[in-house]
């Protein structure tokens, strides 16, 4: 007997340990998951009708008990430098953001893993507009099957996905639980196949889940740090009073000797006589020392209603130069969409109020020092 809509399984968001679970259950055999992720992930089919080499009796009982329902496009803009941002509805009347940058010899898709954000970074636009909830698996990997369904269009210049970033709304540290399984998807060679490196998680600074990463599969690591010292990182990322920057150094220590020293990322957002002067990346330098890592500075990305402003060249080429001269390499991020609002900080969406969201950070915070 077929079950109603809101009861049947999305099959978007299942990897192939879990879509094996989900046929045993169907009393099926684990290959009929490997025919479902080629068909949903490869070949972009949500059509059971359409899964040839499915019996017809399988695909009429699919057909009941289950979907693939990727998120509904409600509105594409395209950036004057090929940058393309979609806002993507989700369930219960929710919306979300991803944004694809396209490159020479890549193309990165920038994917949501939460409606809004509870950690309330003060530069950050996303975190002004509040946070309503965490997305389900289905709703981060159907970001991606969106983007390459989409990208496949000529209009967009038939652009491939080499690169995904969890670098658009929310903490996916946060998250977790739905995190790992969209993860799982992008590694699959049945599904995305993305080498490791491809792939990258943005964190503020949760601690547990950076020691949760370390544990499991090998992903490149992103540490949004911002300042060199617990005063002016508690200002600019409210996230440092629960875990200060000695705690969440000796975390991304233990991370890279887990992955055999493999480098770190540590974003840091320049803004103008905020955390762009000198001693401050002299600061910085002291911080990393010994830890294997890079520097991405992000030319700060204004929007309505801020009070901060972005570092002059002349600010970031001096702040560049000392942490060179240290040795540390040290990258200027181009800024990319921004006259869609697709840049960096940028992603807004339809959230909570920000009194909901300290309640339901500090919530977040407690399950993450349960499951450490």
């Not at 940058?83 to 990165?108: D, N, Q």
Request: proline residues 6%; glycine residues 8%.
């Amino acid at each position: 007997m077929p079950v109603s809509a809101d009861m049947k399984t999305n099959l978007i968001g299942l990897d192939r340990a879990a879509l094996e679970a989900f046929f045993a259950g169907l009393g099926e055999k684990p290959y009929r998951a490997r025919q479902l992720l080629q068909w949903i992930h490869q070949r972009g089919v949500t059509d059971f009708a359409l899964m040839t080499d499915l019996s017809r009796a399988l695909r009429e009982r699919l057909e009941a008990v289950a979907e693939v329902r990727p998120p509904r496009p409600i509105r594409e803009q395209v950036s004057a430098d090929g940058t393309v941002k979609w806002l993507l509805s989700e369930s219960g009347g929710s919306a979300i953001e991803t944004v694809f940058i396209p490159e020479e010899t890549r193309g990165t898709l920038c994917i949501s893993s939460q409606v809004g954000c509870m950690l309330n970074c003060t530069f950050c636009s996303t975190a002004t507009q509040g946070f309503k909830r965490n997305l389900d698996a289905g709703e981060i990997s159907g970001q991606v099957w969106y983007a390459v369904q989409a990208l496949a269009d000529p209009r967009l210049g038939a652009r491939r996905v080499t690169n995904v970033v969890f670098m658009g709304m929310g903490e996916p540290l946060l998250n977790l639980n739905a995190v790992k399984p969209a993860l799982s998807l992008l590694r699959d060679d049945l599904a995305y196949g993305l080498a490791s490196r491809r792939v990258t998680i943005s964190t503020a600074g949760v601690v547990p889940g950076i020691e949760d990463l370390a544990a499991g599969e090998e992903f490149a690591l992103a540490v949004s740090l911002h300042a060199p010292n617990d005063e002016l990182r508690e200002r600019l990322v409210p996230l440092n009073r629960k875990y200060p920057l000695a705690d969440l150094m000796a975390a991304c220590h233990r991370y890279v000797r887990a992955r055999q020293r493999r480098s770190i990322t540590f974003e840091y957002t320049m803004i103008d006589g905020v955390n762009d002067q000198p001693v401050q990346a002299r600061g910085l330098v002291r911080l990393l020392n010994g830890l294997p890592c890079k520097i991405n500075l992000i030319p700060f990305n204004p929007f309505p209603g801020t009070p901060f402003s972005p570092s002059s060249d002349a600010a970031i080429y001096e702040f560049q130069k000392i942490t060179r001269a240290a040795g540390i390499i040290t990258t200027v991020r181009k800024t990319r969409g921004d006259d869609i609002d697709a840049a960096c900080g940028q992603l807004v969406g339809k959230l909570l109020s920000p009194s909901e969201r300290r309640r339901l950070v500090q919530e977040q915070l407690a399950r993450q020092v349960v499951m450490a």
